[in-house]
């Protein structure tokens, strides 16, 4: 079978938009001949990514308790240590979830997708993106005491997430939409650098593989993003290569059940351009037909810091699409339309 994505860009997820309508049309007027699918921007709580879990999925779970709350003046964490801390009541033994409200939002921005399309802002071939988080990254809050609590959780995960599939492909065709598995704590986590979470990280990433991408419909397509996060700042933590990101990669594409039709991995620090050992591992990368975009676009130096991160790169991987490194950030002092088009002005400067 051909490969379903050829495109040279990939938007993560995130758009600097108000509304899920003004990142649709964002997204179709300035990326619409780069990309295969358009995400709805995620915005207004869904900004803050897996805050949006911590808060609407494991905060009002009734099996679950609050250990302590943020410590930010604003109530809103600033950073991991600022997060509240949850942990499963005491003889819990199952946690039961009925719905998951990001299913509840995708379906809606569909519905605006839809119009849009009917409309003809929004090119037919166009499918629909939505992210999910896998589930260390949406469980994280649950670190008072993660290697007990976790193994507790994730069934209960997995279950919601069989049956909110099912109900989102019952509203969207499967052959219009596209799914992205949003996974940067699982990243960190088989780094070994999450304080709270004991055992073994790869055990939990691959027992996600293993369960959750073969519950899509084999026409929808489904990617990886995989990162190591941006929380505040980007990443929360420095790999010294690509290493862990093509072995969770080769993983994905061997194990997942399903057709893996494209991945996401993070790139270097600007300052690690030319770094060609950071680069290296990406020799040893084996997904198939799976389309790789190198998340190596950085608004912080533009058309040649990606031309320097592309040719490095192209040393060890001759073909691959680009994206930002993980979620739009809009530079200092620029307009969220201006990091936009300049987004857009770098990748098609740098790959025509």
């Known amino acids: ?7 040279d860009l990939l938007l993560v997820g995130s758009v600097p938009a108000t509304s899920t309508e003004e990142a649709l049309r964002a997204g179709t007027q300035y990326y619409g001949d ?23 999925l494991v905060r009002p779970n009734p099996a679950i ?15 991991m240590y600022e997060a509240p801390v949850f942990a499963l009541r005491p003889g819990v033994s199952a946690v039961i979830w009925d719905s998951w409200p990001r299913i509840d939002d995708a379906i809606a921005s569909w519905q605006v997708f839809r119009r849009l399309r009917d409309e003809g802002v929004i090119p037919a071939g166009l499918r629909f993106q939505i992210g999910l988080p896998f589930p260390v990254s949406a469980l994280n809050g649950l670190h008072a005491d993660f290697a007990a609590d976790y193994p507790v959780a994730f069934p209960g995960y997995a279950d919601l997430v069989a049956r909110e599939i099912a109900r989102l492909t019952a509203v969207i065709p499967p052959g219009e939409l596209a799914i992205q598995w949003d996974i940067a704590y699982e990243t960190l986590d088989i780094e070994g650098v999450l304080p709270w979470a004991a055992g073994d990280g790869w055990e939990r990433f691959a027992a996600a593989v293993d369960t959750l991408p073969r519950l899509v419909p084999d026409e929808a397509l489904v990617g990886y993003h995989l990162c190591y996060g941006t929380f505040p700042e980007w990443p929360m933590y420095e790999a010294r290569d690509m290493s862990v990101l093509v072995r969770m990669a080769n993983y994905a594409h061997a194990a997942s059940g399903r057709p893996t039709d494209w991945v996401h991995m993070a790139g270097p620090r600007y300052l690690r351009s030319e770094d060609e050992s950071f680069f290296a591992p990406l020799t040893g990368l084996s997904v198939g037909d799976a389309r790789v975009f190198l998340g190596i676009v950085l608004p912080l130096d ?9 040719a490095t790169a192209s040393k060890f991987l001759p073909d691959f699409g680009v994206a930002l490194y993980c979620g739009f950030r809009v530079p200092p002092g620029y307009t969220p339309e201006q990091a936009i088009r300049e987004h857009r002005d770098v990748v098609r400067a740098v790959r025509r």
């Open 1 to 7: 079978m051909p490969p379903r994505v050829t495109a």
């Open 302 to 310: 533009g058309e040649a810091g990606l031309r320097r991160r592309s």
């Open 34 to 56: 780069l990309v295969f699918a358009l995400p709805d921007g995620e915005t207004g709580p869904r900004s803050s990514w897996v805050g949006y879990e911590r808060e609407r």
């Open 65 to 79: 308790e609050t250990v302590t709350e943020t410590t930010s003046p604003t109530g809103i964490p600033r950073h």
